[in-house]
């Protein structure tokens, strides 16, 4: 397995640290620019999800395909 | 190793960051009321003193702390100046242009205090004191404006720059 638990874990950072901004930025009466933020760290996370994704493509195509 | 330093300078310097946000936040009511004491006391070098614009300028300028003492200083120094012939409103606008930056303050006192220079040093007693009134009255509002910003913006400055330190070092950890 060549993939490693960091990954899950950056983006389970990710997430935290998303929401606390969230959170502040809320508290402060700045809704706008809060959902802002969530929608770019979702983006973020996306763009890593699909990366993974790719690479489990890859491996069940090279497992099941005899390339 | 490196790794662990790198991610401790992004952090560091990102809460640096907001710390020196939220201090500007702070700093701009101080600035103001210090701005329209200094304007108080040019209403009395006029008023009674009967002080040439240039030495009151001057004076004031000694009295103040840094970034408001060298808008006056250099607005004197300006005026003072034997090889250039500026007016009083050229060199207060050039002063208040070149010293601007150093302070917390923003572009609607900005525009205050410029207007008030094209008056400076035009007329009569009676009519300098009145537009340093007016002055000092617009400068009032924005400082009651400028503390409701501090106390809005002023914690979330600091812990914003913690929060995205931390993100920027999970992000490309």
Redesign the interface.
């Known amino acids: 397995m060549n993939i490693d638990v960091g990954a899950i874990f950056?983006i389970a950072?990710?997430g935290i640290?998303?929401a606390?901004?969230h959170t502040?930025?809320k508290?402060?009466?700045?809704e706008d620019m809060a959902h802002w933020v969530t929608v770019i760290g979702f983006v973020?996370v996306l763009f890593m999800v699909v990366r993974l994704l790719n690479d489990l493509f890859q491996e069940i195509k090279t497992i099941f395909l005899f390339q | 190793m490196v790794k662990l330093i790198g991610a401790i300078l992004v952090i560091v310097s990102g809460t640096l960051f907001g710390f020196y946000q939220a201090a500007q936040f702070a700093n701009r009511p101080k600035q103001i009321r210090a701005f329209i004491l200094a304007l108080q006391r040019l209403e009395t070098e006029i008023l009674y003193g009967f002080t040439p614009l240039a030495d009151a300028l001057a004076k004031i300028g000694q009295q103040l702390t840094d970034p408001l003492r060298s808008i006056f200083s250099e607005a004197a120094r300006r005026l003072t100046d034997q090889r250039s012939s500026v007016t009083a409103q050229e060199s207060w606008q050039l002063a208040v242009e070149e010293q601007w930056k150093h302070t917390a303050m923003k572009q609607s006192e900005k525009n205050i205090i410029y207007q008030f220079g094209f008056t400076l040093g035009t007329s009569d007693r009676n009519d300098q004191i009145k537009h340093i009134r007016l002055a000092i009255n617009q400068l009032q509002h924005e400082e009651t404006a400028a503390q409701h910003e501090q106390g809005r913006y002023e914690k979330m400055c600091r812990s914003l720059g913690l929060l995205a330190g931390a993100l920027i070092v999970i992000l490309i950890y």
Do not use: D, N, R
């Open positions: 950056q950072g990710i640290i998303i606390m901004i502040v930025l508290q402060m009466g700045k973020v």
